[in-house]
Each structure stands twice: as C-alpha cells, then as structure tokens.
C-alpha cells in the first residue's frame, strides 16, 4: 500500500518563497504522475501542478511561472517550489500520485494529508 507524507508549507509572505514536499512509501510501485492540488477556504480543490515519470510538466495559469514541481525518482518524493506568493496562494496543499504497484501492476491512487499554506503579511 502506497502512503504519501507532506512536509513543508506554513506562512509565507507576499513575495516571498515556500517549499513543499511529498514523500511515498511503500513497496513494489512505480508512480507515473504526482500533482499537488490545492483547495482555498469555499473553493473546489484544483490541480496546481503535476510531473510525470519521464519528467513532463504542467501547471494551472495562475502560477506558471512562479511554482516550480519537480520529484526526485529513486527517493520517490516529490517538491513544489512556491516564488513570488500571493495571498491568493493560500490553501490547503495536497499531493496526488498515481502509479502502479504489485506483481499485477495494479493502478493506484493516492493522497497526501494535505499541508496548509498561508500567504499573509
């Protein structure tokens, strides 16, 4: 079974910078894509960012640019850089990865526990 542990996150300042990170444990995977979502207080939670194993990257508008995803592949964990925080930036964090695991291959998905991150001077 595939676990996920975020560290990082916190308070930021506008302007300033945060590191996030998503560690994955377990035995026997291989993930394909890790995300990180988030979800602001009365909001839908959205895909912020996401790599893929050969290394592909994609991100929402409203931080291209400024976020940076990248995931270390043989420690299995995966980081998101946040530059230039908004206040806007403010929400819950959450790591996604999805993957195969077993002697079967089967297909998983799973999440982190989510990391808050507030943006305020």
């Known amino acids: 079974q595939v676990q996920l542990v975020e560290s990082g996150g916190g308070l930021g300042q506008p302007g300033g910078s945060l590191g996030l990170s998503c560690a994955a444990s377990g035995s026997d995977f291989t993930i394909n894509t890790m995300g990180w979502y988030r979800q602001a207080p009365g909001k839908q939670r959205e895909l912020v960012a996401a790599v893929t194993l050969g290394g592909s990257t994609s991100y929402t508008d409203s931080v291209k640019g400024r976020f940076t995803i990248s995931r270390d592949i043989p420690k299995n964990t995966g980081y998101l850089q946040m530059d230039s925080l908004k206040p806007e930036d403010t929400a819950v964090y959450y790591c996604?990865?999805?993957?195969?695991?077993?002697?079967?291959?089967?297909?998983?998905?799973?999440w982190g526990q989510g990391t808050l991150v507030t943006v305020s001077s």
């Open positions: 996604n990865a999805e993957g195969w695991a077993g002697i079967g291959n089967t297909r998983f998905e799973v």
